[in-house]
């Protein structure tokens, strides 16, 4: 084989080589956002539906019972159990930008991931109790957690379920460690400062910007919460 073509092979292996290095480059960085949004907006179209039926379908407060009945007390319904990748709650981070808004699933999955934001099974329910705790992309997929590092103490993290806003605040900077470090979503999570049992939120993410050795950890507490029929807390504009 002549040195000519050795070089013009050699050469076409690069370019070929390049073109899907670009092509990668272009599928991280565009193609699973727009797949993303897309995924997004439906979790979001698919809980004001629900919202807006369970709405219409709610009994009205203070109606009389049928003639020829007396009264009942009765025990509230158990609230029913998050189903399995599928969204229950919105979520907001004002120290994000105007406009940052993502459906919260059930699990954290790869697949739910990449639809909005995904919820720790076996941690609590939200505004329960314990530790709500969430994950989130740092980068593709929408980039959620793109600017988790700017979170500080006091900001808020607002969530509704459609019924009820729960406002949570930061205690602390976000923390580093390592993906192994389950303890950061334990019910009174390891390092975060709290001293008992409370009503707790973790965020998540991975940590460098572009990899997965380390994750960022923010714990916040339960702060205020209001009907959804109150309008926006405060906190929205804080």
């Known amino acids: 084989m002549s040195v000519r073509l050795i070089v013009r092979t050699f050469s076409e292996l690069c370019i070929t080589i390049g073109a899907l290095i670009v092509l990668f480059v272009v599928y991280v960085l565009f193609w699973t956002g727009v797949k993303a949004a897309d995924a997004t907006e439906g979790q979001i179209d698919t809980l004001q539906n629900q919202w807006a039926r369970d709405t219409v379908s709610a009994p009205v407060p203070g109606a009389s019972p049928a003639r020829g009945t007396s009264p009942t007390p009765s025990a509230p319904p158990a609230p029913a159990a998050y189903r399995d990748g599928k969204p229950f709650a919105m979520l907001y981070i004002p120290r994000f930008g105007k406009g940052w808004e993502w459906p919260v699933l059930e699990n954290t999955e790869v697949r739910t991931l990449q639809k909005g934001l995904g919820h720790y099974r076996g941690t609590a329910r939200l505004g329960a109790t314990g530790n709500?705790?969430?994950?989130?992309?740092?980068?593709?997929?929408?980039?959620?957690?793109?600017?988790?590092p700017k979170l500080r103490p006091g900001d808020a993290v607002l969530l509704t379920d459609g019924t009820t806003w729960f406002t949570y605040r930061i205690d602390k900077k976000p923390y580093r460690t390592v993906p192994s470090d389950i303890g950061v979503i334990d019910p009174v999570p390891r390092k975060s400062g709290f001293d008992g049992p409370g009503r707790y939120l973790t965020l998540t993410t991975c940590d460098p910007e572009w990899g997965s050795s380390h994750r960022l950890i923010a714990w916040a507490h339960l702060d205020a919460t209001q009907p959804v029929s109150d309008g926006r807390p405060a906190a929205f504009h804080s």
Not at 138 to 148: A, I, L, V
């Open 132 to 148: 709500f705790a969430v994950a989130g992309h740092r980068r593709t997929y929408g980039d959620p957690f793109k600017d988790f």
